[in-house]
């Protein structure tokens, strides 16, 4: 028999040893929601959007009250961020947010004149994700509830790009600028970084009292320093946006100024005259436009996209300051989305059809409306070419994302952004519109789409429901025709391309096809009479950078092309990287240091992605070209960096 202490002893290792044991799945249990990991973290986690890790089905944040302190000497944007959230569900005890590399200080609930301080937990960062920011409430909670957070960006935040004096035009005062499309307005603030969230703002912002900031919203107060400003109308979290710098502005029509540093504003107020007239005709389109003012900021040139459309304030790039007005289609694209993607928004990523997609067919409308219907077709197959350019280079390892609406459950936003959801999503709204009764028929459609959609976020599926309701009876047949699924999720190329007026475009490729096929001797000789306009050019030098073989191409062949259209006397910016290109196409290594002048200055990722990957696989280039990115990466916006690093197997 045991005697009655050893009885005991065992019996006390045996509590001791099961009390471990739940004390350790408790504490692993708990760990687990709190800090998903790696392996697990890129399942859907939202029902809603793959790319978050908000709960917006159990409760939204509708209004978000910003204080913020713009350091420029450590490179921080600190202050509070107070929402106001409305709970869906039930009842909730806690709250999920979306944060990237954030230093939370204190989180409390606001109630009664009172803040009650509430547990929270951070989980380890995951790449291309972020952290999940888990908020315990005090009581189970239903109705609504104001949270306060207290918290304080990176210095290398990947929403926040911090610019020297000397990397500005100025070269005196400093230059901070803010980048959140597609998910990286987590690591500005904690949020539910989903587009399927929107919500209403104010901004009081602390800056050097000799800086203006400027925010997408509409300015309501401003001193010197301190400058407060509100949105009323229901963002998505990518369309905060701030800039930070010596900025002076122009007027140019009756709801718009032109923002830029002092030494271009001049040059952009002329090359953005025909801003208010475009904003008219995407009103007649589109209807009502809602956001009061339209403003334009000319960023500084290391601003990734051609343009971003932050409510009331569009970022443009300094690009496309052409001098001759030849690139403003851009700002119809913006201009469009202020109804594409601003007011009826993609639910998550994987539907940005519905954003850019909408978005460059509005703005091929536009164009037809201010300059005739071959340049709106013309417009359309120059965006073809570019999206067969696309498939076969930047996504020819990864054709899922070909697809209209594909799967981002294991994929970041930022790796899968391409042309395909502009050039692919156009053509399939032409394609409609044609078999739908044309413009007449189908701009009725447009207004009658964006009006029962504003201020929310859709599926795809929502957009064919729609299409479906609204013309069932006038055109059931031909809606019969459209096949949705291959559209949606087939693979490559649009399946059927519409009928496009292509008499300007066969100009450019005769001259493309007659280049591609003759040795120089025959060219000098035989030069076609036609004199290419500007957006010619381009498709003139897009054809040549698709063809495969080209019969007389050289050192020679090159300087002849160059003088012949005067290429190196425009300030086009499309023109000079479509000619860059062919220049790395024909090895020209004598013109390396022009190359890399070319994509120095300015990190728009249009231009910089395909030139970077190209000498990547050339391999007297390579190694110059990554010495080169090691040297400038820094000065680029992170989405740009990564990108690149990963073109050029580095990153």
Known sequence: MINRRKFYFIAGVICLAVSCA????????????????????????????????????DEVIKNIDLEWNIDFERHVVSGTAVYTIKILAASVETIFLD?????????????????????????????????????????????????SIEYETSPK?????????????????????????????????PCQDTPAVKFTYTATV????????????????????????????????????????????????PSSKVWAEEAIVDEAAEEFSKTSSMLQTASDICGTYVWKEYDLLVMPPSFPFGGMENPCLTFVTPTLLAGDKSLTNVIAHEIAHSWTGNLVTNVNFEHFWLNEGFTTFVEAKIVGRLDGDLARDFHAIQGLQQLKDCIENQLADTPALTKLVVDLTSVSPDDAFSSVP???????????????????????????????????????????????????????????QVDWDTWFYGEGMP???????????????????????????????????????????????????????????????????????????????????????????ARQFDRLDDILAFINSNFRMKFVRPIYKELGQWSEARDIAIANYNKVKDQMMAVCSNQVGKDLGVA
């Open 99 to 147: 944060v990237y590399d954030i230093t939370i200080k204190n989180i409390a609930v606001k109630t009664a004149g009172t803040e009650i301080p509430v547990n929270y937990f951070v989980s380890d960062y995951v790449k291309n994700m972020g952290s999940k920011l888990t908020i315990e409430l005090p009581t189970k909670t239903s109705g609504s509830l104001v949270l």
């Open 22 to 57: 739940i004390i350790w799945y408790s504490i692993s249990s708990v760990n687990y929601h709190r800090n998903l990991q790696p392996s697990t973290v890129r399942m859907r986690l939202s029902k809603v959007d793959p790319s978050s890790y908000s709960t917006p089905e």
């Open 157 to 189: 935040a990947a929403a926040l790009q911090w610019l020297t004096p000397e990397q500005t035009l100025g070269k005196t005062q400093p230059y901070m600028y803010s980048q959140c499309q597609a998910i990286a307005a987590r690591s500005l603030l």
């Open 206 to 253: 602390t800056h050097p009292k000799e800086l203006t900031a400027l925010l997408s919203a509409i300015r309501v107060n401003s001193t010197a320093g301190r400058t407060i400003y509100e949105q009323k109308i229901p963002v998505q979290s990518y369309l905060l946006a701030i800039a930070v710098g010596a900025i002076v502005s122009r007027q140019i029509g």
């Open 495 to 585: 399946p059927i391309i519409p009928n496009y007026n292509t008499t300007l475009a066969d100009i450019a490729h005769k001259h493309a096809n007659f280049w591609i096929g003759n040795s120089v001797d025959q060219i000098k000789k035989d030069m076609p009479p036609e004199k290419l306009t500007t957006l010619q050019k381009v498709e003139f030098l897009s054809k040549l950078n698709e063809a495969q073989n080209i019969v007389g191409i050289s050192s020679e062949w090159i300087a002849l092309l160059e003088t012949t259209h005067d290429l190196n006397k425009t300030k086009n910016s499309e023109i000079q990287f479509a000619f860059y290109r062919l220049c790395v196409k």
């Open 422 to 480: 502009y050039k692919k999503g156009a053509t399939f709204l032409r394609y409609l519109e044609d078999l739908l009764g044309g413009p007449t028929s189908f701009e009725p459609f447009l207004r009658h789409y964006f009006n029962k959609y504003k201020y929310q976020s859709i599926t795809s599926d929502d957009f064919k429901a729609t299409l479906y309701e609204y013309y069932r009876e006038k055109y059931e047949k031909e809606l019969e």
